[in-house]
Every structure is written in structure tokens, then in C-alpha cells.
């Protein structure tokens, strides 16, 4: 139980384009949702919270502009990079916790973003 | 605030020995711990975690980890090692308010044959 699925798993596209991401939680409900960022060698570092039916919070240096998330229904967040640039290319995680409240984390197997 | 620390960027070990990937970490609140282990282009997978219960955590694959608040330190480990260990781990905390994770910045392990 408890998997997290990502949409599209990799993906190129060229500068100054959008992209959408997609999380989907599985086989359970996922009030709240996270989206980390991972550069290469590097850990992960928290983007974003997002919770159902309200706005993401988002955490201090990440524009919110740039960084477009929605999180529609129970098992849905998207996150959307507008106007792509190069910079953007990273590797892009989601979470999920479960409605439950419980702390843990069920995470997603990442989409990878190359902007040319 | 919350901080981790993993004291080894990369260990290397034989195949059928100990593995001890090493984690520090402060935080104002008690603390939730987790450890994580990454493979190469895949998600993140729950090792174990420490909510405040026995300090001595057994995860899966033969891992376990020890909370000390004393040392404030939260290290991982297996009594011998498989070739299919080799990826990237990351210990994580938690202040439990809001679920907000910080991660370490890994340890990657290498496991010889």
C-alpha cells in the first residue's frame, strides 16, 4: 500500500515553455502533498506543501509564480513550471501523507526536467 | 530549527560486512527520525523511523538504527552487507508539526564484491 505515482517520469522541453507534473496518490486519500527538488549530488530540498482545496505553501526563496501547484482533489497535486529556463532542470520528488495524519512520507519516483 | 548532519558523503564496504552510515541531528522539539535510502533513478524508500517509541528501530532489509539523545544521533545500521545495499541513503527530520522533513545531504554506499 501507501504508493505514490509521478507523471511524466522524464521529461525535455524547450526554454520558455511550461511544463506539468503530475502526483497521484494510489490506493489512499493524501490531504497534504509535498514537492521537493533535488539537483544532482545534492539532497532534497523542500519546494513546496500542498494541501487539498487551499493554496501551497511555499518554502522561503522558491517564486510561487514560477512554481504553479494545485492540488484539486484528494489523490491529485500538479506542480507547473512556467516559462521554463535552463536553471529549472532538476529533479522534481513528490510526497504524500495519508489523511490519517500520519507522519510519514510516501514518496513518488521523481520526474527528471532537462530545459534546453 | 531543525538540522542533520551525515558525517560520510560515501562509505565503502564488503559484501558481507557491517555497514554504519553515521547521522547527527538537532532539533528545538522532540524529534521524529527517519532514514531513507534512494536507488539510482528511482524514488525514495522508508527504511525505518523513530517517533518517540523504543529508540532501537528495525526497518526492513536487515537495517536498524538507534536513537541517542544524549549524542543526538541517529545512526544507521546492518550487520552485513548485500550487493544490493549499494545506493544513495538520507537521514530525515521531522518536528512532527506539519510534517515538514529535512533531509541530510546522503550518505552514498558501495558495496564490493
Known amino acids: 500500500g501507501a504508493v505514490v505515482s509521478q507523471h511524466p517520469s522524464w521529461v525535455i522541453c524547450k526554454s520558455g515553455t511550461s511544463v506539468k507534473i503530475e502526483c497521484r496518490s494510489l490506493?489512499?486519500?493524501?490531504?497534504?502533498m509535498f514537492w521537493y527538488r533535488q539537483f544532482p549530488k545534492q539532497s532534497l530540498m523542500l519546494m513546496a506543501t500542498?494541501?487539498?482545496?487551499?493554496?501551497?505553501?511555499?518554502e522561503q526563496g522558491v517564486e510561487k509564480d514560477k512554481f504553479l501547484i494545485n492540488h484539486a482533489s484528494l489523490t491529485l497535486s500538479t506542480l507547473t513550471v512556467t516559462s521554463a529556463h535552463p536553471e529549472d532542470s532538476s529533479f522534481y520528488i513528490c510526497?504524500?501523507?495519508?489523511?490519517?495524519?500520519?507522519?510519514?512520507?510516501?514518496f513518488g519516483p521523481g520526474t527528471r526536467l532537462l530545459v534546453l | 530549527a531543525q538540522s542533520v548532519t551525515q558525517l560520510d558523503s560515501h562509505v565503502s564496504v564488503s559484501e558481507g560486512t557491517p555497514v554504519l552510515l553515521r547521522c547527527n541531528y538537532s532539533?528545538?522539539?522532540?524529534?521524529?527520525l527517519f532514514w531513507y535510502v534512494q536507488h539510482p533513478n528511482k524514488g525514495l524508500q522508508l527504511l525505518l523511523k523513530?517517533?518517540?517509541?523504543?529508540?532501537l528501530v528495525k526497518g526492513i532489509n536487515g537495517f536498524e538504527a538507534e536513537f541517542k539523545k544524549s549524542e543526538t544521533s541517529f545512526h544507521l545500521t546492518k550487520p552485513s552487507a548485500h550487493m544490493s545495499d549499494a545506493a544513495e541513503y538520507f537521514c530525515v527530520v521531522s518536528d512532527g508539526y506539519g510534517n515538514k522533513l529535512v533531509f541530510g545531504a546522503g550518505t552514498i554506499l558501495r558495496v564490493k564484491s
Open positions: 490506493d489512499f486519500q493524501a490531504t497534504t
Open positions: 510526497s504524500a501523507i495519508t489523511t490519517g495524519g500520519q507522519e510519514t512520507q510516501y
Open positions: 523513530y517517533t518517540s517509541a523504543a529508540t
Open positions: 532539533s528545538s522539539y522532540s524529534p521524529s
Open positions: 500542498s494541501n487539498e482545496g487551499s493554496k501551497a505553501t511555499y
